[in-house]
């Protein structure tokens, strides 16, 4: 007996209202109107969709119909920590609006699937008696009185006239060949049998993925290894090969100007701020340490990924852009384009540097539209606690 299978979740942004800009993770796709998830590929930020919220106390659809909202479907799997680790890499602000009754249901029937045993192929779901043929091509039933009432039998012709419903008394010495068996009785194990014959199913497949699972596991640990061991051989070559021509690493100077992006590019970082950003293990990560280098905090706070006005939500703020060119600098182009009208030349060249110093290091894992989206989370972040701080600000004026 196969498990029961595990429905489609989408990690969502929502779009305006009270929950603008934030994230929850395990929407049902059934949820999202004209989502074809077989066609999903990544997130476009140019793109949303209206969701169904089917979720209440009640679990009912109220009169008036499920509220609707806005969203851009960030992701869609089958695990639910699969888009809650995507939520913590793109470090976005997490929504209170999430579907904790839908998602306990579904762990429910993942933890209890629904057994059909041999009772339940006896007895239909209005209560009346299964029918059980007869080698004479007569059909009984099985009619059940009390314990001090004997069984009767209703018998039937094929062409299903009766006796007008005339009680046969049963005659076990005279028909023998017609006694109904007494499951009950007769058969104790066969219905218990059923449902250990579908456990052991259950059981098996619940060991297989264990042992897939496990395998997998081991596989990764195995690579982990190996990777490692490549790491340390590269090392020691390098350490050879300078020791051979007598070349001695000196002591770097933390202060030190590292030139990022491609050569020429005239866009400088400390030697700290470069190694703390070399460090990161995603392109996420990597990216918003090195924006965090090149910006100052006032940009940031007035400014987004791409710049202008929003093509979803129209009551967004229009913001400036860090760069418009870093598309460019995605796809392998490296000239930037200066702004006479800006005075930010050199960090719009850092944005373009920055951009390409990112890719080299992470170029199978890079996607344009989720870099873009972390960069946008952390100044939204930037700006939700410099708000804060003025709040606090004045508050303590006004004392």
């Known amino acids: 007996m196969s498990a029961p299978k595990i429905p489609l979740l989408a990690l969502v942004q929502w779009i305006g209202g009270e929950y603008d800009l934030t994230y929850t993770a395990g929407v049902p796709?059934?949820?999202?109107?004209?989502?074809?998830?077989?066609?999903?590929?990544?997130?476009?930020e140019d793109v949303s969709y209206v969701i169904e919220w089917r979720e209440s106390s009640k679990n009912k659809k109220p009169k008036k119909g499920w509220k609707c909202f806005d969203a851009r479907v960030v992701m869609v799997s089958r695990s639910l920590n699969s888009l809650e680790r995507?939520?913590?890499?793109?470090?976005?602000i997490i929504s209170p609006l999430r579907p904790e009754r839908t998602l306990e249901t579904i762990r429910n029937n993942l933890k209890n699937p629904v057994k059909r045993t041999l009772g339940d192929a006896l007895i239909d779901s209005d209560g009346v008696q299964s029918e059980i043929p007869d080698s004479s091509g007569k059909k009984k039933k099985k009619k059940k009185k009390n314990e001090k009432t004997k069984d009767t039998v209703i018998e039937e012709?094929?062409?299903?006239?009766?006796?007008?419903?005339?009680?046969?008394?049963?005659?076990?010495?005279?028909n023998p060949d017609l006694e109904v068996p007494r499951i009950e009785e007769e058969n104790p194990d066969l219905e218990v049998a059923v449902v250990e014959e579908e456990i052991v199913g259950v059981n098996q497949d619940q060991i297989l993925n264990q042992q897939i699972h496990r395998d997998n596991q081991a596989i990764k640990r195995t690579l982990d290894l190996l990777v490692a061991e490549v790491r340390?051989?590269?090392?020691?070559?390098t350490e050879i090969l300078q020791r051979q021509v007598g070349i001695q690493n000196p002591p770097q100077d933390p202060n030190a100007q590292v030139e990022i992006g491609h050569a020429g590019s005239n866009v400088f970082v400390s030697r700290n701020q470069w190694d703390t950003a070399n460090s990161r293990d995603t392109f996420h990560s990597m990216g918003k340490s090195l924006v965090k280098s090149l910006f100052p905090e006032e940009v940031l706070l007035r400014s987004n990924f791409q710049g202008g006005a929003s093509k979803i939500n129209k009551n967004a703020p229009q913001?400036?852009?860090?760069n418009r060119n870093i598309m460019a600098a995605i796809k392998?182009?490296?000239?930037?384009?200066?702004?006479?009208?800006?005075?930010?030349?050199?960090?719009?060249?850092?944005?373009l540097a920055f951009s390409e110093a990112v890719k080299q290091k992470f170029p199978a894992d890079f996607k344009q539209t989720l870099f873009g989206m972390s960069i946008n989370n952390m100044m939204t972040e930037m700006r939700r606690k410099a708000q804060i701080a003025v709040e606090i600000e004045d508050q303590q004026e006004a004392k």
Do not use: M
């Open 29 to 44: 796709v059934d949820w999202i109107f004209d989502f074809d998830p077989s066609t999903f590929e990544s997130v476009d």
């Open 86 to 92: 995507e939520l913590a890499i793109l470090e976005g």
């Open 319 to 322: 913001r400036l852009g860090l």
């Open 157 to 174: 012709n094929e062409n299903g006239a009766g006796n007008a419903g005339l009680e046969v008394p049963r005659v076990e010495e005279e």
């Open 332 to 351: 392998g182009f490296s000239n930037a384009t200066h702004y006479e009208s800006c005075n930010f030349q050199k960090i719009i060249v850092g944005a």
């Open 232 to 237: 340390n051989i590269k090392a020691s070559q």
